[in-house]
């Protein structure tokens, strides 16, 4: 079925940095983006820590043009997504079918709640601008109009593993011959929604999360976008550069065990990773490194180290969490670490997993500390899992 | 490729499901706003769960689960849902709760179920169904974007059999709110006038429809699926229907019935009109939106509609707009679009 699918553009933003280079340097550096909540006022300001983007919504209108009244999480995708667009550095894009398939998990919402106080007083309250965009579909739809893509859009939401899916749906797009071009990914800004919903069920660090270490207690809320170019062999020939990597394997499958809960084998982190693994036709031993899902959630971190386990013993790859430097970026997270996938390719490095301390009882392995660079990265694997029980994994592989 | 439709079930303003009538025993709403007829979910939750899933959740899972019922297919190979607005009471439950409470002491029910993948994640959750699992959230082409990775899927040998639909619900501060942006007609109207009365607005509508596709052909399907496509502003969407067509190897006096997306609004029906008197000008057209209302899934209220014509060989009176269809009916072609921006078609077929 169909060509390779090859990764020609990279974007990305989130809490430590705006852009794909200051990524690399804040990876290097071994800087993590969390800090107190400024973004809105809550009771949980000074209570639990966050990686917002390190940029006002008054600064992102100006960086993105986009109208007051926008969402952030709108501005985020437009950032990311046009930076990917221009590294892509497609030279005729008419002349091939484009499509933009993007996620989210909350559409809106950042405009939706402040909207929410007043109309919740008195129902014919409350600025309709700032309801205008509730859906998830207006965020792709208002960048699909900023890159003048407009040959396919559609938009996926699963939860924490939505851009994933995005990309994994774009590939296919590409595969089957209906699209030449894809800019995939998503994007979520912090919203006290999330931050609220995070909160109830008590999987948040009052301190900065600690990815896969036996003292973990839950993870950090970040933000962000991530997205990457995918395009056809035929397209590939026309551009005046080398692809990042290919996408050789993905898949979805679900846990099918509890709607937020994993299960305490990780039945769906298995049987995506192993599913992804037959996809591109490699053995597990053929993976470098394994960008986790690595919430930081005592639940998450179990059941995916327990699937790693049954999956790759005793041949572990270097695996490692950047959510300990971006904090969880929801349903960006898939998007954003795709990037993170493709550059460890591309500049041969391994994330390092910051703050780890102790090693899981129930598990063999653990993951990397420090940043290396100079690796020799032929294939990684991002994993992406969500409430719902979907599970993606990806696997990027160098040309 | 072609798939088959094995099954249907629609949950909607009307008694379409849990019934062998075929839209014999309409309901009539006078307002702006049609509300779902809710069957009793204990036929096909626990009650012991079901008390827990706000309503739109109920409504996913029993048509996804119905669907099934009588095919011999226990677990599908994949779930794929659509949905605009997702879960919205419990959304608003939980800003509710976030606004009363000062965000303190907030139940997590709520936001744990607020999330768009829950319908199909609980379809899952229901049939331990382990295998492929989406959830397309792209405003009004939400649904046929979850029919098109179907047929994908299908096409690219991935899955035989699999559970794909839709759901929206209409919860009062939606259509509160929609209302006040201007959706909704500004005086009462009964649905079975509104398409006869041509004015500003339309009626809001809700509902949920599943179906299992197969890619076996057998006569106890319903009807074929040859295609679903979905446009963005496209620039001229008469000649995009000529070139669907064309594709499928049709010319368009070849479709024996056209089922639109009328729903009484002057601009929405613009385009509707001009299709009548050109390039459907020959066609026999039905309509449905006066029977389940306007939602950004509504369209496959329409694919309930079509399967059931092919399966049956019978219209139903209440949906014809105009002419009467030649036997048998084999092609229907369905075109709806959303505020203008959004067209899609699907292309049903007969089942052999």
């Keep these: 079925m169909g060509s390779t699918v090859y990764v020609v553009g990279l974007g990305v933003i989130s809490g430590i940095g705006n852009n794909v280079a200051e990524h690399l340097s804040a990876f290097e550096r071994e800087a993590a983006g969390m800090g107190d909540i400024s973004l809105f006022d809550t009771l949980h300001q000074h209570q639990l820590p966050v990686a917002e983007v390190k940029l006002s919504n008054a600064e992102l209108i100006k960086m993105t043009g986009l109208p007051g009244r926008s969402s952030r999480t709108t501005m985020l995708s437009s950032v990311a997504a046009k930076e990917a667009w221009e590294d892509a550095g497609i030279t005729d894009p008419k002349a091939f079918r484009t499509g933009f398939i993007s996620a989210n998990t909350v559409g809106g919402m950042d405009k939706s709640e402040s909207f929410f106080v007043e109309f919740w007083a008195d129902n014919n309250k409350g600025k309709l601008r700032n309801i205008f965009d509730h859906e998830c579909g207006s965020m792709t739809e208002i960048v699909a109009d900023q890159l003048g893509i407009k040959d396919f859009i559609t938009t996926i939401s699963t939860a924490c593993s939505s851009s994933a899916n995005a990309i994994f749906y774009a590939a296919r797009l590409i595969k089957n011959g209906i699209i030449d071009i894809a800019v995939a990914g998503g994007a979520d800004s912090l919203t006290k929604f999330t931050l609220n919903g995070f909160n109830t069920l008590m999987i948040t660090d009052k301190e900065l999360c600690r990815p896969f270490?036996?003292?973990?207690?839950?993870?950090?809320?970040?933000?962000?976008?991530?997205?990457?170019?995918?395009?056809?062999?035929?397209?590939?020939?026309?551009?005046?550069?080398?692809?990042?990597?290919?996408?050789?394997?993905?898949?979805?499958?679900?846990?099918?065990?509890?709607?937020?809960?994993?299960?305490?084998?990780?039945?769906?982190?298995?049987?995506?990773?192993k599913g992804a693994l037959e996809k591109a036709g490699l053995q597990p031993s053929d993976i470098d490194y394994i960008n986790l899902h690595g919430t930081g959630t005592p639940?998450?971190?179990?059941?995916?180290?327990?699937?790693?386990?049954?999956?790759?013993?005793?041949?572990?790859?270097?695996?490692?969490?950047?959510?300990?430097?971006?904090?969880?970026?929801?349903?960006?997270?898939?998007?954003?670490?795709?990037?993170?996938?493709?550059?460890?390719?591309?500049?041969?490095?391994?994330?390092?997993?910051?703050?780890?301390?102790?090693?899981?009882?129930?598990?063999?392995?653990?993951?990397?500390?420090?940043?290396?660079?100079?690796?020799?990265?032929?294939?990684?694997?991002?994993?992406?899992?969500?409430?719902?029980?979907?599970?993606?994994?990806?696997?990027?592989?160098?040309? | 490729m072609k798939a088959y439709i094995r099954s249907a079930a629609c949950i909607s303003p009307q008694k379409t499901f849990d019934t062998g009538g075929f839209l014999n025993d309409i309901t009539e709403y006078t307002g702006t706003r049609l509300t779902v007829i809710d069957p009793d979910y204990k036929?096909?939750?626990?009650?012991?769960?079901?008390?827990?899933?706000?309503?739109?959740?109920?409504?996913?899972?029993?048509a996804g689960k119905k669907c099934l019922e009588g095919t011999g297919i226990d677990v599908p190979d994949a779930i794929i849902a659509g949905t605009a607005f997702g879960c919205m009471e419990d959304t608003i439950?939980?800003?509710?709760?976030?606004?009363?409470?000062?965000?303190?002491?907030?139940?997590?029910?709520?936001?744990?179920?607020?999330?768009?993948?829950?319908?199909?994640?609980?379809?899952?959750?229901?049939?331990?169904?382990?295998?492929?699992?989406?959830?397309?959230?792209?405003?009004?082409?939400?649904?046929?974007?979850?029919?098109?990775?179907?047929?994908?899927?299908?096409?690219?040998?991935?899955?035989?059999?699999?559970?794909?639909?839709?759901?929206?619900?209409?919860?009062?501060?939606?259509?509160?709110?929609?209302?006040?942006?201007?959706?909704?007609?500004?005086?009462?109207?009964?649905?079975?006038?509104?398409?006869?009365?041509?004015?500003?607005?339309?009626?809001?509508?809700?509902?949920?429809?599943?179906?299992?596709?197969?890619?076996?052909?057998?006569?106890?399907?319903?009807?074929?699926?040859?295609?679903?496509?979905?446009?963005?502003?496209?620039?001229?969407?008469?000649?995009?229907?000529?070139?669907?067509?064309?594709?499928?190897?049709?010319?368009?006096?070849?479709?024996?019935?056209?089922?639109?997306?009328?729903?009484?609004?002057?601009?929405?029906?613009?385009?509707?009109?001009?299709?009548?008197?050109?390039?459907?000008?020959?066609?026999?057209?039905?309509?449905?939106?006066?029977?389940?209302?306007?939602?950004?899934?509504?369209?496959?209220?329409?694919?309930?509609?079509?399967?059931?014509?092919?399966?049956?060989?019978?219209?139903?009176?209440?949906?014809?707009?105009?002419?009467?269809?030649?036997?048998p009916i084999k092609n229907i072609l369905i075109y709806n679009h959303y505020q203008n921006k959004y067209q899609a078609l699907m292309l049903v077929s007969a089942a052999d």
Aim: with cysteine; hydrophobic share 40%; proline share 4%.
């Design chain 2, 93 to 327: 439950t939980f800003l509710a709760r976030m606004v009363e409470m000062n965000e303190e002491m907030l139940p997590p029910t709520a936001f744990i179920q607020s999330t768009h993948n829950t319908v199909a994640a609980q379809i899952a959750l229901m049939l331990q169904c382990h295998g492929y699992n989406n959830t397309f959230v792209h405003k009004g082409i939400s649904f046929e974007s979850a029919l098109f990775d179907a047929l994908m899927l299908m096409n690219e040998g991935e899955a035989h059999n699999i559970i794909v639909g839709a759901t929206e619900e209409m919860v009062d501060a939606s259509y509160k709110v929609l209302t006040r942006l201007g959706l909704y007609r500004r005086q009462p109207v009964s649905n079975l006038e509104l398409l006869k009365s041509e004015a500003k607005g339309t009626m809001g509508g809700a509902g949920s429809a599943f179906f299992l596709l197969t890619d076996k052909p057998s006569p106890d399907n319903l009807a074929g699926l040859s295609a679903a496509r979905t446009y963005y502003q496209p620039d001229n969407i008469e000649k995009a229907i000529v070139d669907f067509l064309c594709e499928h190897s049709l010319k368009s006096e070849e479709i024996d019935l056209i089922i639109t997306g009328r729903n009484g609004d002057i601009k929405n029906d613009a385009i509707y009109n001009t299709l009548g008197e050109n390039i459907f000008k020959s066609n026999v057209l039905a309509n449905y939106k006066h029977l389940c209302g306007e939602y950004p899934v509504s369209s496959s209220f329409a694919l309930w509609l079509a399967a059931n014509i092919i399966k049956r060989q019978e219209i139903p009176e209440i949906v014809a707009e105009r002419g009467v269809a030649s036997r």
């Design chain 1, 299 to 399: 639940n998450n971190d179990s059941s995916e180290g327990i699937a790693v386990r049954r999956l790759f013993d005793p041949n572990y790859p270097a695996v490692s969490s950047t959510k300990s430097f971006t904090g969880h970026t929801l349903g960006a997270s898939g998007g954003v670490e795709a990037v993170f996938s493709v550059l460890a390719i591309k500049h041969g490095l391994i994330y390092p997993n910051l703050r780890f301390e102790t090693r899981m009882e129930e598990l063999p392995f653990e993951p990397v500390k420090h940043f290396q660079a100079g690796q020799n990265i032929k294939h990684v694997m991002s994993n992406s899992f969500g409430f719902g029980g979907n599970c993606t994994s990806l696997i990027f592989s160098a040309v």
């Design chain 1, 213 to 273: 270490d036996q003292n973990r207690e839950g993870l950090n809320l970040g933000e962000g976008a991530g997205y990457v170019v995918l395009v056809s062999e035929q397209v590939l020939k026309t551009l005046n550069k080398q692809a990042y990597c290919m996408i050789s394997g993905y898949n979805n499958s679900n846990d099918a065990y509890h709607q937020t809960a994993s299960s305490p084998e990780g039945t769906g982190s298995y049987l995506a990773m």
């Design chain 2, 43 to 62: 036929n096909y939750i626990d009650p012991k769960l079901a008390r827990r899933m706000s309503t739109i959740i109920k409504r996913g899972v029993a």
